[in-house]
């Protein structure tokens, strides 16, 4: 129940965050697209009408974005276009389709980028981010965020700041990382109070109380979430003042506190029935099934709400939450009597978690099995479902094991007893001592073996492991050292040809060009002839090819400039067939040589691929240095492929991720056939 809170308690804050900037009733929306005459203003009103109901009216919203975007492509706008497909990104986003919601904002992001407006370029990053998290790239998410910050401070942004160090302090507590969490949620908050946003105070302030809650602070954790409750009644925020109340019940129920915990919970409970926050209420349900289960032992009030939260799970197809609510009704159906049922329930339960690859909902399920099994008399079925059970648990010697495992035991030997003494009621009556004494020898004999069968098992699959890792870890230190030799041989090499290029060939054909130019001005007739002009011709181009080649093998740039320079002459060598710009953020001049060589490198191969195979009018290239980690990011708006078929075949991928590797760094690469290519390499510093 805890893991499913955490989650919950994020998804629920996001599913509201979007509609935060909005300040123009949707009733007055509505009045001014009835109004609209214009197509320009009809358009702006379509975004807007859907950025203020997305989070509420997610099916509408995303029939206003696409109407928005039909008329932004006809009408040529690409800002309109970029706002289009965020709204987009966010429907998908709030429907938990975070990979659609992906594609929408990397297209949004493109053409936001080419209208040079940093506010919706960088609205589009935080939206990233977010969707990043949603699927547990909390990496990406932070790095996602932090371009997004850059980016405001480089155009002096205010209004958006807010919103991305409340994206990294959720990705940080999600990692587990609080105090990080807390120090971007009061860095956030500070932003949120100097533009005078209550709505985002009121979400930070709820956002700090969550924190406060996993580090075990409980009273500043109710300090925080009471707070948020005022602001929200101000505010008349009917979501959120559920999701608050919601999150101060829960609290409470963190304590043991039932009576308050009731309390909350169930005011909470009236505003999203009200308002129909099916979200919301999945989790209500399944806290009013807990406290009626647990503290009042009514357990057919429990099994009502657990089946109302498989309800509202089912109708918006939240398959975690349904595997969770058909376990808790088993549990209820099994105190009432109804083993069957129970039966079927944990079964379903089980499916769905196998299907999602949910441990933690598939270990519940297991243990609701057993329990069934117990209930029925099947004592091996039984014995049987409590082992997977307590395969999935990190530690196999904990008191709750052992206890279970021994009920279990002596239950089925009872059974095997029981069946004796009615086949000889009168055998077993004289032997009662005798047999007795028997059993309870055959049990502990039986848990010793066990224990010591499975401790035994468990330092041999940890020598395993151990050994392994030991087998992977020279195996990796051999491809590094290779790894080395090959990068440090192939750039010693690149320089011995481009000196020999230069200074070889090169003066020998500035040489043949001087004598060449001597015999014309001996012989004036001959420098008149077609075929002198045309050989004179071609010697330039081949002295001007030698030396291009040779800089392109070790360009000058990077030498006396540094990398970002380096990349900069690179770029502008491409301008005639593709735009290509660079941007940099907080970036030294010069790094250290090795790296700026294999950094070169990897974007001059990026850049011939994006040549030679990407068809693209347009590519983005971005060097961006926050503390000891230099990322790259080159994008372009090509035709894309397919990643995992050139992986295999590509010479050029494998020679960049050689050198990535080599760096110790590392490389993510997004694309699809005709979606365009992103490649993100880090780099430690």
Known sequence: MKELRFIATWWLLAATFFGLSAQVTEAELRARLREATDERVHLEVLLELGQTIVANKTEEAQRLFEEALTAAQRQKDHLSIAKSYSGLGAVHSLQQQQAEALQYLHTGLRYARRTKDAEIEARILTQISRSQRFISQLDSAIFYSEVALQLQEKANIRTQVSNNYFEMGVAYDMKGELDAALEHFLQALEAAEQSDNQ???????????????????????????????????????????????????????????????????????????????????????????????????????????????????????????????????????????????????????????????????????????????????????????????????????????????????????????????????????????????????????GLLAISIFLSLRSRLRYHQRLQAQRIRELEQAQKIVALDAMVQGQEEERR??????????????????????????????LGALPVYQKTNAMLDEAHEEVRRIAHDMMPDALAKLGLIAAIEDLADSYQLSMQVSVQHFDCEKYFDKVLEVNLFRIVQELLQNIAKHARATQVFIQLSQFDHTLTLTVEDNGVGFDYAQASESGLGLKNIASRVAWLGGSMNIETAPGKGVLTIIQTPL
């Open 496 to 525: 011995r040809v481009a000196k020999d290029l230069h200074d070889g060939l090169g003066g020998l054909l500035s040489s043949i060009k001087h004598h060449f130019r001597a015999v014309s001005e001996q012989n004036e007739a």
């Open 199 to 445: 709505a985002q105070i009121a979400l930070v302030i709820n956002s700090l109380g969550i924190v406060n809650r996993s580090a075990g602070n409980y009273e500043q954790a109710l300090s925080y979430y009471l707070r948020a409750k005022d602001l929200y009644m101000k505010l008349d925020n009917r979501r959120n003042l559920g999701n608050v109340l919601h999150n101060i019940g829960d609290l409470y129920l963190q304590q043991q506190d039932f009576a308050n915990g009731l309390d909350f919970t169930l005011q909470g409970k009236a505003i999203r029935e009200e308002i129909g926050d099916n979200y919301g209420l999945g989790y209500t349900y399944q806290n009013l099934a807990y406290i009626y289960f647990t503290e009042k032992e009514d357990f057919a009030t429990a099994f009502r709400y657990d089946s109302l939260a498989y309800e509202v799970r089912q109708k918006i197809g939240d398959r975690g939450g349904m595997s969770h609510s058909r376990t808790d009704m088993a549990w209820a159906a099994l105190k009432l009597g109804r083993t069957r049922a129970a039966n079927a329930y944990a079964t379903e339960a089980l499916q769905i978690a196998q299907e999602l690859g949910a441990r933690t909902a598939r270990r519940n399920a297991y243990r609701a099995l057993a329990q069934i099994a117990v209930q029925e008399r099947r004592f091996e079925t039984a014995f049987d479902w409590q082992r997977q059970y307590y395969e999935l648990k990190d530690s196999l010697f904990n008191e709750d094991k052992n206890k279970v495992v021994h009920e279990l035991q002596v239950q089925y030997e009872t059974a095997k007893k029981e069946q004796q003494i009615s086949e000889n009621q009168i055998l077993i009556e004289k032997r009662t001592l005798q047999r007795n004494g028997f059993i309870i020898v055959a049990v502990l004999s």
